[in-house]
């Protein structure tokens, strides 16, 4: 007995404590901070319900449920500093793109095409996110091109609007039966269980 009760302390002693960084990374959708962050924020003893409010008001001008990448830092007092990034490259590609979702198989399917207008446009709004604030323009272009490619979307010197409409009514369809085929896989996977 007494050995069993050795090796306990023994094991007690080399397992590490659960430790929460000072700095926890999440993406909350803008206006919808709620009490989906609450287990989160009450385990590094943050006030959820002013950390809602704060959040909330911070991000009223964005449309609601744009997300967004957000990094609080706890300080030990349990207040804390929140910096609210811009919504992450693929969001503003697909909504440049006019598509909901990228392609499922990205680089044997194109889910959307953008400019490089568009390009040049996202990277000055990721500019300004404090990661990027040093990077070169050049540089945060080429990153968005191949998070465009990773998405599917690709990346063309003009678009044609017409034919371009066509391509999203095709593409639509396309969309439309990856769909029920994932339906369908769902399904039958839950039939097997």
């Known amino acids: 007995m007494s050995r069993a009760?050795?090796?306990?302390?023994m094991m007690n002693k080399?397992?590490?404590?659960?430790?929460?960084s000072k700095v926890m990374r999440t993406t909350i959708p803008a206006g919808m901070a709620g009490t989906h962050l609450g287990p989160t924020l009450g385990q590094r003893g943050i006030n959820i319900a002013a950390f809602c409010k704060d959040?909330?008001?911070?991000?009223?001008?964005?449309?609601?449920?744009?997300?967004?990448?957000?990094?609080?830092?706890?300080?030990?007092d349990r207040s804390y500093e929140l910096v609210i990034h811009?919504?992450?490259?693929?969001?503003?590609?697909?909504?440049?793109?006019?598509?909901q979702?990228?392609?499922?198989?990205?680089?044997?399917?194109?889910s959307?095409?953008?400019?490089?207008?568009?390009?040049y446009e996202i990277a000055k709004i990721k500019q300004q996110d404090p990661p990027l604030h040093l990077t070169p323009l050049k540089?945060?272009?080429?990153l968005v091109i191949g998070s465009a490619h990773s998405c599917g979307v690709e990346v063309v010197k003009d678009l044609?609007?017409?034919?371009?409409?066509?391509?999203?009514?095709?593409?639509?369809?396309?969309?439309?039966?990856?769909?029920?085929?994932?339906?369908?896989?769902?399904?039958?996977?839950?039939?097997?269980?």
């Open 5 to 9: 009760g050795s090796k306990m302390r």
């Open 14 to 20: 080399m397992m590490e404590k659960v430790k929460h």
């Open 55 to 76: 959040f909330n008001t911070r991000t009223a001008h964005y449309i609601e449920g744009v997300p967004l990448p957000c990094r609080v830092k706890v300080r030990p």
């Open 86 to 99: 811009n919504p992450p490259s693929t969001y503003f590609i697909k909504q440049a793109a006019g598509i």
């Open 101 to 110: 979702r990228g392609a499922m198989k990205a680089g044997q399917e194109v």
């Open 112 to 119: 959307g095409k953008i400019t490089l207008k568009h390009v």
């Open 139 to 142: 540089q945060i272009c080429e």
């Open 160 to 193: 044609d609007p017409k034919e371009y409409g066509e391509f999203l009514m095709e593409r639509s369809t396309v969309v439309e039966e990856q769909l029920a085929e994932l339906k369908e896989k769902r399904e039958a996977k839950l039939l097997r269980k």
